[in-house]
C-alpha cells in the first residue's frame, strides 16, 4: 500500500510530539491524562496522537477527554461529531457545561475569563475523576506568541511551559503538541477532514495575541530563523518546565 501524504505527516507530528514527552518528560508509566477538548484542530489533532501514543506499552499510560461549553458565549463544536470522534479513538469523552459573567471584573478580558472559567472545570473534574495530568493543545506557535506577549506587554521572559506541575494540588498541565509548528497540524486536519467548529469565538479576532500573532508572521517573513532563536532562548532559560 503507498504511503499517502497524510501517512508521511502524521509520521512527523508523532516524531515531534515524542520528542517532546521525553525532553520534557511529560508522560510516565500509570498516568491518567485528561485532554481538553475544545473541538478545534489543536485539541482533536492532540487527541488522536494521544489516542495512538497510549496503544503503545512504554510508557503505559491511560487517555480520556472533557468538552466544557460555555452557555453564554457563542462559540459552539458539534458535540455529536466530538463524541463520534473520541469514540472512534477509544477515548471517554465527558461533555461539561460552564458560564462566566464579564461584568463582574472589567479588568480581565472575556478570553482571560472564558478560558479561566474552562480551567477551573477541567481541573475539578480531573481530581474527582482522578487525573493526574491534564493535556492541552496548545502549539509551538501559541508558545511563542505568549512569549512575546509577555515580554511586549508585561516586561518578562516567561510563557506557557510544555511542563507545568503543580504544588498544591496533585495535577501537573501537560503540552505535547509544544514542539509541532500550528501549519503542520493545520494541513493534518485539512488532510484528515476534521469537523470545523459550527461557530467561532466572538473574540478571537479582538485581542493582544491576534496582533501578536501578526507581529510573529512579520519577524519570520524578514528572519525565517526567529522561531528557532526565540525557542532556544526559552529553553536556556529555563522557561518551559515548571516544577
Given at each position: ?12 507530528l508523532?516524531?515531534?510530539l ?22 478545534g ?62 461584568s ?84 493534518y ?22 496582533a ?11 528572519n ?20
Open positions: 500500500m503507498a504511503i499517502t501524504e497524510r501517512d508521511k505527516l502524521q509520521r512527523k508523532v516524531s515531534r515524542n520528542k517532546a514527552v521525553y525532553q520534557f518528560r511529560l508522560i510516565n508509566d500509570g498516568d491518567k491524562i485528561l485532554v481538553g477538548l475544545s473541538g484542530k489543536d485539541s482533536l489533532c492532540l487527541l488522536e496522537l494521544l489516542a495512538m501514543k497510549s496503544r503503545i506499552a512504554h510508557p503505559a499510560f491511560s487517555v480520556g477527554a472533557i468538552h466544557v461549553r460555555m452557555e453564554n458565549i457563542s462559540y459552539e463544536t458539534s458535540t455529536e461529531y466530538l463524541e463520534r470522534f473520541a469514540a472512534s479513538l477509544g477515548v471517554p469523552l465527558h461533555i461539561a457545561t460552564a458560564s462566566f459573567d464579564a463582574t471584573d472589567k479588568r480581565k478580558t472575556p478570553c482571560f475569563l472564558c478560558s479561566w472559567n474552562r480551567r477551573k472545570m477541567m481541573f475539578n473534574y480531573a481530581q474527582a475523576e482522578g487525573y493526574n495530568k491534564i493535556a492541552l493543545g496548545h502549539h509551538q506557535d501559541d508558545i511563542l506568541h505568549t512569549a512575546l506577549m509577555n515580554e511586549l506587554y508585561q516586561g518578562s521572559f516567561s510563557t506557557m511551559p510544555a511542563l507545568l506541575q503543580f504544588k498544591k494540588m496533585p495535577l501537573a498541565v501537560i503540552r505535547p503538541l509544544c514542539m509541532i509548528e500550528e501549519r503542520n497540524i493545520a494541513q486536519a485539512a488532510l484528515s477532514n476534521y469537523e470545523k467548529q459550527i461557530k467561532l469565538c466572538p473574540y478571537e479576532h479582538d485581542s493582544r495575541r491576534t501578536i500573532a501578526n507581529l510573529f508572521t512579520t519577524l519570520e517573513q524578514n525565517p530563523e526567529v522561531r528557532f532563536s526565540l525557542w532556544n532562548a526559552l529553553e536556556k532559560e529555563g522557561k518551559l518546565v515548571e516544577e
